[in-house]
């Protein structure tokens, strides 16, 4: 494991304003620039809280790579912009991490791997500079699982060569599920206030229900891909992860391409239509009753729960959206790495594979795998089954039965971090979301046992905003979010 640098070189240009700082916990985006207007605190104070925590937390979490050396000094710079003009930008000061594999100019992007260790990019992603426009304060890069979680199957969430194994905040044994493991685990213990996570399949779903906060994953398209060090152009994207839903909400409208065009919905659940399919909840045995509590809490709330709904054929979803996975990794990773910079030795998937053969690393079966992945007839029959099983019958379902959303518990319960024999995945509801390309957003719903559950808002394609709208009033109903004690 190579720690970076960076994070110790930060910290002491910071140490002198990190003495005693404020305590900001649970802090959120609407209580910062109240606070701020009302001369409560500063831009530069909250920041310094942040990169406090990550001085006295992050050695035993390894949420946080790197840390932005020139994160207070911005800061100092938005007090300062404060002043003279207001506030100018949706998270305007707003201290935000970003996951290790979108590009940053200022910071290497290493994806958790030796091979990207040197990586500088000669630009920021899009969806950085998105938030810099917004005003955001860049604090730092996010531990997560190398490649994405799309290296190895026999892996162990959040671990990385770069940044080594996050740890869940709530038990330290646990997994903190990937592989937007950092970026979860960081907001969960207030080490940001915002952070970005990706998702191809249940990347920021997972971590999020199982560090206990709010994890969005935008329908596809809506977040620019570009700059994200891709695994499937299909299914990949960026999205917020937060304590609340507002400020997932907040956070999506900074850095979509598309928020702004949908329409406004009611602030209700009264007369909402919300469906129940058993067949991908068939996993959750641990949080049954809790589920089946939330259902009832939203029927009194006015919802109508449309029980039983039937979902055919996901045993030829799972399959067919491995061989497209496996063959756009092939292509995309290749592309991405044929325009990286000197400081990158590998420029092609093969080359990567003989890099960490060197290494001695045997744990790369995914590559292998994508590596083999170049019949374009299998992965136009894997599309086509796509669009057929799981893309045409999402869409029917939502006609036939009036939905407003899909309700799903988010994952089974956490296990044992193993480095050795990797995860022992207890199962998710993310799969139908990603491969559809739908908006879907995990909520907490509380502890059990001393570990957060959650459930899942799954929406019609490009109903982004009236997902975030269900989520909010359902987060008002149970308030389940409970902060880890660290």
């Not at 199957?153 to 038990?171: A, I, L, M, R, T």
């Not at 330290?172 to 493991?181: K, R, V």
């Not at 079966?365 to 086509?384: C, I, M, P």
């Not at 036939?400 to 994952?411: F, N, R, T």
């Amino acid at each position: 494991m190579i720690k970076n640098c960076m994070v110790v070189l930060s910290l002491l240009i910071s140490s002198s304003a990190l003495s005693q700082p404020k305590d900001f916990s649970e802090l959120t985006i609407n209580q910062l620039h109240q606070g701020v207007k009302a001369g409560q605190f500063t831009f530069a104070e909250v920041t310094q809280y942040y990169l406090s925590n990550i001085q006295k937390h992050n050695p035993q979490l390894n949420a946080v790579i790197t840390v932005n050396p020139d994160a207070y000094q911005q800061a100092l710079n938005k007090d300062k912009r404060y002043k003279e003009s207001g506030k100018q930008g949706i998270l305007f000061g707003v201290p935000v991490l970003i996951k290790d594999n979108i590009d940053t100019k200022l910071m290497a992007t290493t994806a958790g791997a030796l091979a990207l260790q040197n990586h500088y990019p000669s630009k920021n992603a899009p969806i950085v500079e998105k938030l810099l426009s917004e005003g955001a304060i860049i604090l730092g890069k996010a531990n997560l699982s190398e490649w994405a979680n799309f290296k190895s199957s026999p892996s162990s969430s959040g671990y990385s060569h770069v940044g080594g194994q996050v740890k869940n905040p709530y038990d330290l044994t646990m997994t903190p599920c990937g592989s937007s493991s950092g970026s979860a685990v960081a907001v969960s213990s207030n080490l940001a206030l915002v952070s970005i996570g990706t998702e191809t399949d249940g990347s920021i779903h997972c971590p999020s229900a199982l560090n206990g906060v709010v994890g969005f994953k935008p329908s596809i398209h809506h977040i620019s891909q570009a700059g994200i060090i891709p695994i499937a152009h299909s299914q990949d994207t960026a999205g917020p992860i937060t304590r609340t839903v507002t400020d997932a909400q907040l956070t999506y409208l900074a850095i979509s391409e598309y928020a702004r065009k949908e329409s406004p919905s009611t602030h209700s659940l009264q007369g909402k239509r919300i469906g129940v399919i058993p067949g991908i909840n068939k996993f959750n045995q641990t949080y049954k009753a809790e589920f089946e509590d939330t259902l009832k809490r939203l029927g009194s709330a006015g919802v109508t729960i449309v029980n039983d709904i039937q979902f055919n054929n996901m045993d030829k979803i799972f399959p067919a959206e491995f061989d497209v996975l496996l063959f756009e990794f092939n292509h995309g990773v290749t592309a991405y790495l044929a325009n990286t910079g000197d400081g990158v030795s590998v420029k092609s998937l093969p080359e990567l594979i003989e890099y960490n053969k060197k290494l001695n690393d045997q744990q790369q079966g995914l590559l292998l795998a994508s590596l083999q992945a170049n019949d374009e007839a299998k992965y136009t029959q894997a599309v086509a089954a796509i669009n057929k099983y799981a893309k045409q019958q999402l869409k029917e379902i939502f006609k036939q039965h009036k939905l407003d959303a899909i309700i799903a518990p988010s994952v089974g319960s956490a296990w044992k971090i193993d480095p050795i024999n990797g995860d022992k995945f207890t199962g998710s509801s993310s799969t139908l979301a990603a491969v559809t390309g739908s908006p879907s957003i995990t909520v907490p719903m509380g502890l059990k046992d001393g570990m957060p559950f959650a459930v899942s808002i799954i929406g019609d394609l490009d109903q982004d905003m009236k997902v975030l709208e269900i989520a909010k009033q359902l987060e008002q109903l149970t308030q389940g979010r409970v902060a880890p004690k660290l």
